[in-house]
């Protein structure tokens, strides 16, 4: 019966219609649909759910992750990924701890130029070499972080007080925390870019089918080396935050594991791995279903292990709502 | 039992998704016999083979080896029958000897464990037997592709294959390495075993096979045998032409194109393309408002050529010139920066991008001209989306229907959208036609002709002769990688055609053809 769906070369010219568009939408439709379920079920079981403080807890929480799983959004989109994310926000933290002494704007300017350098130097190699984006990124994880401990003095924690550095962590515009501005401003860049520049539809290009993208006179070069670049950026922009919220540079902890969170949120929100799609909402709705599993079994007291499971769970369910329909 | 032909394939049919890909296709092959199966895109082989060594289960028909009656539900199944696959690429492990490789998942043993020296001498009995001289004991990796052929098809030996097939086993092969591949085959022959050969290289088939199946469009053309055969008459098989009518007036260009007034200096001039045995010095010349049509057999070179002009493949040696500039092709890019467009020939593959819709799909290659600071003009893109889209007659929903939910014909209409919005001086169309509906096949064409007409230089690959002779100028041949002709005006016709096809050689003077435009 198997055999009976592949389609053969021969059989090419004539398909079966495909879906309708919304289908394609299911994924992401889907993820909406399961925060929102999610939400019901805690404002009725959740004591204390509708508090404002505890969705400014569950936002503050995401942030970091939410920045760079929307670099992660535009890397899988190209079919790459980018796992040394973690490692560039340790990196970005090293560099401004040590060089706040030179003045805010020197430690951020410097913080993102090194993040960058990184991501660009994962897209060249990847893009450039051929290598597989998971090896490059991979050497890129352990480098990073032992880069970082290096210019932390050998990865101890570098406190600081400098409260106008301290502000992008722990500041707050009106009611609202500074690092969930930053993280609404990015998400709605990046939704832009995706939406109305060539460059976003380059990237969903590259990712749907590169040897057609690059006959069309597509760069698909630069586009591959500027999506790591971006991811690299917000993975140091995601750094900075983690760094001025903890008023501290800790090289060994910070965005320990990161990589894995980005990417659940990527595949729950509906970006498929293979590429050739990029939803950016549905990334950022991903990293709240993900963060709201964990606040709500905090708060109902519920062992830390079984949010886990039922995360691991989800992101199942995600990727099989995705599988290709076709083979 | 011995009057029984070693394999019996008798009305195979098999469908994809609706489509029917075999339709009642009978297949004999002897023992001892090297039988060829040939036949242009589409025509079915590889999906006979496959339903042969079990990679695919027929929907219908019967098949009997040795004369029992076999189905094989998968290659393992194929396998221990004795019907064996040698594929273009070899499935082997690198890392592993050679003998291990022949052996591999049937190791002999001794007490539970592998009998490693009965292991080697086995196989160097084995490859002795086979005339080659292969160290069984060295890892596969250290081999050439040639010799890792040779062991895959040591291995299917092992087995005690009653049937070897081997697709396209020459093609990445020295001259030298294929006439090892000669002497394997003979001794194959020569023990009764049955080889089932497929090449597109005419002199190949002629050199070892007995007999050839010829399959078009899925189904049986006929099986004849190669001595006695003219190459001719084979390509008129394999291509669906009477030699005696061949027909005219069937496609949108009507009446055959006058040639057009020789310019001093041609729009487009290739020289002397060269790349591995793909190419080998071709040359072309295309004038303002000529259709140049591309005329080959499958793997004569013809999509080689045409991506070597768009800088998709880099070329050995040779250059390009348009409108008397030589161009520095070393990407698409610059080809497109130039004034050039390249109508893929696969569109599946290299052409549509699936997921986007018909409007980004159709912008994709006018993108930079309608983005200011990065930001596309969705004004500007509508407009050139909605203008094309009623030109061509593009039939979708609207413009943000996905690009993959339209039929062949209307994806192929916004690739060639893709490329007309941006008025490019010279157009390559590889295969234009190909798998779509008659309808929409007439429209191209249509569109073809008038474009040409406005000023622009075409150069046609189409394996159909009627387009060929009908909407072009001249109409330039190849075989093995080779110019082997170029007609004119009244020369072209499809017997001629179909001639150099199977016959012509190489043209002495490579630049002989383009001499003679100017």
């Known amino acids: 019966m198997a055999d009976a769906m592949k389609i053969d070369p021969a059989a090419g010219g004539a398909r079966a219609r495909g879906r309708t568009s919304l289908a394609d939408y299911a994924p992401t439709y889907g993820a909406l649909a399961a925060l929102v379920l999610l939400f019901i079920v805690n404002a009725v079981a959740t004591p ?187 993975a140091g922009l995601a750094g900075l935050v983690e760094t001025a919220r903890l008023s501290a540079s800790d090289a060994q902890k910070v965005g320990l594991n990161i990589e894995l969170d980005a990417i659940a949120a990527v595949v729950v929100g509906g970006t498929p791995l293979t590429g050739g799609r990029a939803t950016v909402i549905g990334t950022l709705i991903g990293a709240l279903i993900m963060q709201m599993i964990t606040t709500s079994f905090n708060m109902n007291g519920v062992s830390f292990s079984w949010s886990l499971v039922i995360k691991a769970a989800i992101i199942v369910i995600a990727v099989y709502i995705q599988r290709p329909k076709v083979a | 039992m011995t009057s029984e032909p070693l394999l019996r394939m008798a009305g195979i049919t098999k469908v994809f998704s609706g489509v029917t890909a075999l339709d009642g296709v009978d297949f004999t092959l002897e023992r001892g016999e090297v039988h060829s199966l040939v036949g242009e895109n589409g025509a079915g082989k590889s999906t006979l083979i496959k339903i042969m060594t079990g990679a695919y289960r027929r929907d219908g028909g019967q098949v009997w080896l ?112 294929v006439s090892i591949l000669y002497d394997v085959i003979r001794r194959l022959k020569a023990e009764g075993t049955g080889v089932v050969y497929i090449s597109h290289r005419f002199d190949e088939l002629y050199t070892v096979c007995d007999r050839v199946t010829i399959l078009r469009d899925g189904k049986l053309v006929g099986t004849r045998a190669l001595a006695g055969l003219e190459r001719i008459d084979l390509v008129c098989l394999m291509l669906g032409k009477q030699r005696e009518e061949l027909r005219q007036g069937t496609t949108a260009f009507g009446a055959q194109h006058t040639a057009r007034a020789a310019e001093d200096v041609p729009l487009l001039r290739a020289e002397n393309l060269t790349r591995g045995r793909k190419l080998d010095h071709v040359s072309l010349a295309v004038g303002r408002g000529e259709i140049v049509g591309m005329a080959g057999l499958l793997g004569s070179g013809r999509t080689e050529t045409a991506r070597a002009i768009f800088g998709a493949d880099q070329v050995e040696a040779g250059q390009v010139q348009l409108e008397g500039q030589t161009l520095k092709l070393r990407t698409p890019n610059d080809a497109i920066d130039a004034g050039l467009a390249f109508l893929s020939e696969d569109r599946k593959a290299e052409g549509i991008i ?115 002779v009908e909407g072009s100028a001249r109409v330039v041949v190849m075989r093995d990688g080779q110019c082997v002709a170029e007609l004119r005006g009244a020369e072209i016709s499809q017997d001629a055609i179909i001639h150099a096809m199977a016959e012509g050689s190489a043209t002495t003077d490579a630049s002989g053809a383009v001499d003679e435009t100017a």
């Open chain 1, 48 to 234: 204390n759910f509708l508090d404002v403080n505890n969705f400014r807890n569950i936002l503050l929480q995401v942030a970091p992750t939410v920045l760079v799983a929307t670099g992660m959004t535009l890397v899988i989109a190209t079919g790459g990924i980018d796992l040394s994310v973690g490692s560039v926000m340790a990196m970005a933290s090293a560099v401004a701890a040590v060089s706040l002494g030179r003045g805010v704007g020197v430690a951020i300017l410097l913080a993102l130029v090194v993040a960058t350098a990184v991501g660009t130097l994962n897209g060249a190699l990847i893009s450039g070499f051929r290598i597989q984006p998971i090896i490059v990124t991979l050497a890129s994880l352990i480098t990073g972080r032992g880069v970082a401990q290096v210019i932390s003095n050998g990865g101890q924690l570098i406190p600081f007080d400098n409260p106008r550095f301290a502000w992008l962590g722990q500041g707050y515009l009106g009611p609202v925390p500074v690092q969930v501005v930053v993280m609404v401003l990015v998400v709605a860049l990046a939704i832009f870019v995706m939406r109305a520049t060539s460059f976003g539809r380059y990237v969903a290009a590259v990712g749907g089918n590169e040897a057609a993208a690059r006959l069309a006179g597509v760069r698909v070069h630069r586009t591959k080396i500027a999506v790591y670049a971006l991811s690299g950026l917000l």
């Open chain 2, 66 to 177: 040795e004369g029992q009656p076999v189905d094989f539900r998968s290659p393992e199944d194929a396998q221990r029958a004795g019907v064996v696959a040698v594929y273009q690429e070899v499935n082997l492990l690198a890392y592993r000897t050679v003998a291990e490789n022949i052996y591999l998942g049937r190791e002999p043993r001794r007490m539970g464990l592998i009998d490693w020296k009965r292991m080697r001498a086995d196989a160097a009995a084995l490859l002795g037997r086979l005339g080659l001289d292969i160290d069984p004991g060295a890892p596969l990796g250290s081999l050439n592709i040639a010799l890792r052929q040779m062991v895959a098809i040591a291995r299917g030996v092992s087995f005690g294959a009653k049937v070897v097939v081997l697709d396209e086993p020459t093609s990445s092969l020295t001259e030298h390495e």
């Open chain 2, 354 to 468: 699936p997921e986007l819709s018909v409007r980004e799909n159709l912008t994709l290659a006018a993108l930079p001209a309608l983005t200011k600071l990065g930001v596309v003009s969705r004004q500007k893109q509508n407009e050139i989306v909605a203008r094309y889209m009623k030109r061509l007659g593009i039939k979708a929903a609207n413009a943000d229907q996905k690009i993959r939910e339209l039929s062949g014909g209307n994806q192929q209409k916004v690739l060639l959208a893709r490329w007309l919005c941006k008025h490019p001086k010279f157009l390559i169309l590889d295969e234009p036609t190909r798998g779509i509906d008659v309808g929409a096949k007439g429209e191209i064409q249509a569109l073809v002709n008038e474009l040409a007409e406005s000023g622009l230089g075409v150069l046609m690959i189409s394996s159909e002769l009627e387009e060929l």
